[in-house]
Nanobody, 129 residues
Framework: QVQLVESGGGLVQAGGSLRLSCAAS????????LAWFRQAPGKEREFVAA????????PYSDSVKGRFTISRDNGENTLYLQMNTLKPEDTAVYYC??????????????????????WGQGTQVTVSS
């Protein structure tokens, strides 16, 4: 498994931007499918975006499509989430997650937090109106 550590969260005004990073340890980082989830107070953890280890496919939730961009740098063992045009409803703790690309069933697993092998500790993003 990989160990994940997020950074880059903070307080930003609506319309602003933030870039989250997720640093991973482990030599097999490049073989993991990676994702960002978020959890607002009193709500369930929800899928934000993912990037596959083969093909670089990048599904997004409808709520962030066109505003957020997920990317990965396998050479640096780092996952990123560029967040633009932030809205107050984007306020949440953001988590990165990893799921081995060798596990079957990615197409059905991608959106479910229970399907991931490793999680970071989370980073708080607060968007003020």
């Amino acid at each position: 498994q990989v160990q994940l550590v997020e950074s880059g969260g903070g307080l930003v005004q609506a319309g602003g931007s933030l870039r989250l990073s997720c640093a991973a340890s482990g030599r097999t980082f490049s073989t993991y499918n990676l994702a960002w989830f978020r959890q607002a107070p009193g709500k369930e953890r929800e899928f934000v975006a993912a990037v596959t280890w083969i093909g670089g496919n990048t599904p997004y939730s409808d709520s962030v499509k066109g505003r957020f961009t997920i990317s990965r740098d396998n050479g640096e063992n780092t996952l990123y989430l560029q967040m633009n045009t932030l809205k107050p409803e984007d306020t949440a703790v953001y988590y990165c997650a990893a799921r081995s690309g060798l596990r079957p069933g990615w197409d059905t697993a991608v959106f479910s937090p229970n399907e991931y092998d490793s999680w970071g500790q989370g980073t708080q993003v607060t968007v003020s109106s």
